[in-house]
């Protein structure tokens, strides 16, 4: 794959998938833009992909439920780069709750991981369409199917919004050269579990129950997730548009 002089936002860069993938894009050869909330880690990520060659990404700290903020990532990354060819929509909420728990949390998981990666891509199209670039958005196998004995209705419901709205746009950028994809992941080591507020006894057990309940017996790294990104923003992937690929170890099939 080659990312030489390419320009890849990514949200959601501080930890986990979105970390793994900055470095993978860092080791070919790309200029990263690491969108977060938490500076010190982005700071971090940002250190270690630079050392792989030289190259410094932009760190941009940002809250994705602020329309200010969205707009200063595109503003920001054209200032400093000039152009744009990937954006990875990488960031999300684990919302739970059920339906006896009110819309709030309906609310707090379609700001985040529907109306946020709507608003940036929309500013971020104008762009891409000028680098004939493409958009990778993380989604989850929670789009497909509920997620059996937790209550993440608001998580799923909003990931389903998600998987709708990357076959939406796949078809109205398409005319312009634009390819956008979906990478829904299973079961994946990452600190999301811990963020959605399980405890780390929880975690521990949950990923007990899964390496042992998904028929590939295992749960998927975030390097392995990247992987996938990767290959979908590169040209080797330029005839794959408006798809869904799923990456959970078989967890979808039991």
Do not use: W
Not at 54 to 80: H, M, Y
């Amino acid at each position: 794959m080659d990312f030489n002089n390419k320009v890849i936002v990514i949200t959601g860069a501080s930890s986990g998938i979105g970390a793994a993938a900055a470095l993978l894009y860092a080791k070919q050869s790309a200029k990263v833009v690491l969108v977060g909330r938490n500076e010190e880690s982005l700071n971090k990520v940002a250190k270690q992909c630079e050392d792989i060659k030289g190259f410094k990404p932009l760190v941009i700290k940002a809250e994705l439920s602020n329309d200010d903020d969205v707009q200063s990532i595109v503003t920001k990354t054209i200032d400093k780069f000039g152009h744009i060819d990937v954006l990875v929509n990488n960031a999300g909420v684990g919302t739970r709750g059920s339906i006896f728990d009110g819309v709030e949390l309906l609310d707090r998981a379609i700001a985040t991981n529907l109306r946020a990666v709507y608003h940036l891509t929309s500013l971020a199209a104008p762009h891409l369409i000028k680098t004939k670039g493409n958009i990778v958005n993380v989604s989850s196998v929670a789009a497909l199917r509920p997620i059996k004995d937790v209550d993440y209705l608001p998580y799923c419901v909003s990931k389903a919004a998600l998987d709708q709205f990357t076959r939406c746009v796949a078809l109205e950028l398409g005319r312009h050269g634009v390819r956008v994809n979906s990478v829904n992941p299973g079961g994946t080591r990452t600190p999301f579990a811990e963020t959605a507020g399980f405890s780390k006894q929880q975690v521990s057990e949950l990923y007990k129950n899964r390496n042992e309940s998904y028929p590939l017996g295992k749960m998927a790294e975030s390097e392995e997730v990247a992987d996938l990104i990767l290959y979908l923003s590169n040209d080797r992937a330029r005839s794959i548009t408006g798809s869904i690929y799923v990456i959970d170890n078989g967890e979808i099939l039991v």
